[in-house]
């Protein structure tokens, strides 16, 4: 079956523009995930979607980071007025409702490059 | 701070030999452990999870134990294959939300 996607794959920006980033999880899969993996670096925790309740924001790195989950499927990431330093690779993940399959389904993610 | 860290962060083998990758963690409470294999330009694949109670997991020829006592993990490899080259990143999940705390990663790779 179709997994989680990511558009676009790469995107590159000049520094101060606005960009998008969309993820599609799995149909049926009510948890969202958003990270960011900078070169070299571990996965970071950016935001969190579940159901109908209001999202876990606690990872993003300031508020020029915004995400929003339509109709409990499709998920917009945005970043606003880019720096260099958002150059990253964006990774979007599901999981299916209940917490004995928590097991996290991760796309391909997007990479971001600020010039 | 809950932190994980990975050891070692990069790793060399033969194809065929056997490794054993480290994790070692102080995230409390604790809910689960996962270990996930992120190849060159993908996003993680997820190959165990273990919760507190359970010592040891497998996939094929992916086995992962689990000490909570001592708060380490390991990630152990047998007969390596070419194809297992990638990151290897240990995961850890707190009790309470769905907060999770990310491992540096080990970077294998498995040369012919």
């Known amino acids: 079956g179709a997994g989680v996607s990511q558009s676009p794959s790469n995107k590159v920006t000049e520094k101060g523009k606005d960009v998008e980033l969309r993820c599609d999880p799995i149909?049926?899969?009510?948890?969202l995930y958003w990270y960011r993996q900078s070169l070299g670096q571990g996965l970071e925790f950016l935001i969190y979607?579940?159901?109908?309740?209001?999202?876990?924001k606690s990872g993003l790195p300031s508020d020029r980071f915004s995400a929003e989950r339509t109709g409990g499927s499709v998920s917009t990431l945005t970043i606003q007025r880019t720096q260099q330093e958002d150059s990253a690779v964006y990774l979007c993940?599901?999981?299916?409702?209940?917490?004995?399959?928590?097991?996290?389904?991760f796309g391909p993610g997007t990479r971001l490059t600020v010039l | 701070k809950n932190q994980v860290e990975q050891s070692p962060q990069s790793l060399i083998i033969l194809e065929g030999k056997n490794c054993t990758l480290q994790?070692?963690?102080?995230?409390?409470?604790?809910?689960?452990l996962r270990w996930y294999k992120q190849d060159t330009g993908r996003g993680p694949v997820s190959l165990t999870i273990?919760?507190?109670?359970?010592n040891t997991k497998s996939n094929g020829r992916y086995t992962a134990t689990l000490d909570a006592d001592t708060k380490q993990s390991s990630l152990h490899i047998t007969a390596s294959q070419l194809s297992d080259s990638a990151s290897y990143i240990c995961?850890?999940?707190?009790?309470?939300?769905?907060?999770?705390?990310f491992g540096g990663g080990t970077r294998l790779m498995v040369k012919p």
């Open positions: 993940a599901s999981s299916p409702p209940g917490r004995s399959t928590d097991t996290q389904y």
């Open positions: 149909s049926g899969h009510t948890a």
């Open positions: 979607f579940q159901g109908n309740s209001a999202p876990d």
């Open positions: 994790c070692n963690y102080t995230v409390s409470p604790f809910s689960n």
């Open positions: 273990m919760t507190f109670s359970e």
């Open positions: 995961v850890v999940r707190l009790n309470a939300g769905n907060m999770l705390t």
